[in-house]
């Protein structure tokens, strides 16, 4: 049975995932960040998952994650490590906090490539398939407003994801990144640090409106990932997966887009469909 480790699985795309893979006969370990419900732990078990605790942004927590997942393991190596964890900032770059700045490279960056350090010996250590997959964004690839830390973030993952696909294919290690379009997820609702909508005066107030009323309107429950997951399991099967996947149809059409348009036209139309317009 291959094993795979997702990090971030208490909710939205990670728990999707771990589901997902663990019913389709993958041995999944999946990393949480704060304590689990008992109806979560319940929920994990039923479907063969097991979950360690790890934070991320914390050097001192990735090692003991890594010392027990090697002991999880009991010397049968890693198969696939998908980062999954990740958190998003946005706000206005003039006004963004430069702590919650830091604390988003901490974890969608230095956490997964320290992450990846410690887990490396165990990936190469498996028999079969070995697979690193990294989730960054289309935020990563294309630089809209109110998202330009969160789209750093992301390109940075980027620039990781390639450089370490050069360096570990001599070693039978692929490294893969997917791109998702937006979701419906809570890493919406746990926006801080942004400016609260309903400041009349302020300049960016529309463009924070319209973020803060996607954040309220979302639910998780009637959220479609099945593009996504669906990208997700090819990439685990197919014997040569390309280093970018892009998921989601909105992310696309921009995608396009961007290579259509000349650059003033495309920043024109992010700016309307941004409300800084
Ligand atoms: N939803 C989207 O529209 C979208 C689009 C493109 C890319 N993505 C990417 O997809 C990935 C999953 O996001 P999601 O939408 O599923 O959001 P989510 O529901 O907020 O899930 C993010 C996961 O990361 C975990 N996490 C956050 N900080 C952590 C830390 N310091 N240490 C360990 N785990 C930590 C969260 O744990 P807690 O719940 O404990 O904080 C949660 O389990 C992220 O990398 C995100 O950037 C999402």
Not at 167 to 179: C, R, T
Not at 224 to 249: M, N, Q, R, W
Request: hydrophobic share 40%; net charge positive; proline share 4%.
């Amino acid at each position: 049975m291959l094993s795979i480790l997702i990090t971030g699985i208490n909710g939205g795309l990670g728990q999707a995932l771990a589901e997902e893979l663990a019913e389709s006969g993958y041995q999944v370990y999946g990393s949480h960040r704060q304590a689990l419900s008992p109806q979560q732990e319940k929920r994990f078990s039923e479907r063969g998952i097991q979950t360690l605790q790890l934070d991320i942004s914390d050097e001192t927590s990735r090692q003991t994650f890594s010392r027990q997942l090697h002991q999880a393991l009991a010397g049968k190596g890693l198969n696939c490590l998908i980062n999954n964890a990740g958190i998003a900032c946005p706000s206005p770059l003039e006004m963004a906090n430069l702590d919650d700045i830091r604390m988003e490279m901490e974890v969608n960056v230095i956490g997964l490539l320290g992450l990846t350090q410690l887990l490396l010996p165990l990936i190469r250590q498996s028999s079969a398939r070995k697979t690193i997959i990294n989730i960054g964004s289309i935020s990563g690839s294309l630089h809209t407003p109110l998202m330009g830390s969160y789209g750093a973030s992301k390109a940075a993952v980027v620039a990781l994801s390639n450089v370490l696909r050069m360096e570990l294919k001599p070693q039978g290690i692929e490294v893969v990144i997917v791109e998702p379009g937006s979701m419906n997820t809570r890493i919406w609702n746990k926006v801080s640090g942004m400016m609260q909508a309903g400041d009349e005066k302020h300049r960016y107030q529309k463009a924070i409106s319209q973020i803060h009323q996607r954040a309220s309107s979302i639910s998780e429950s009637q959220a479609d990932f099945s593009e996504y997951l669906d990208c997700i399991k090819h990439i685990l099967v197919c014997e040569k997966p390309a280093p970018l996947y892009t998921t989601g149809a909105e992310a696309k059409r921009l995608k396009a887009l961007q290579i259509l348009l000349p650059r003033r036209v495309f920043d024109e139309y992010l700016m309307l469909r941004a409300k800084l317009r």
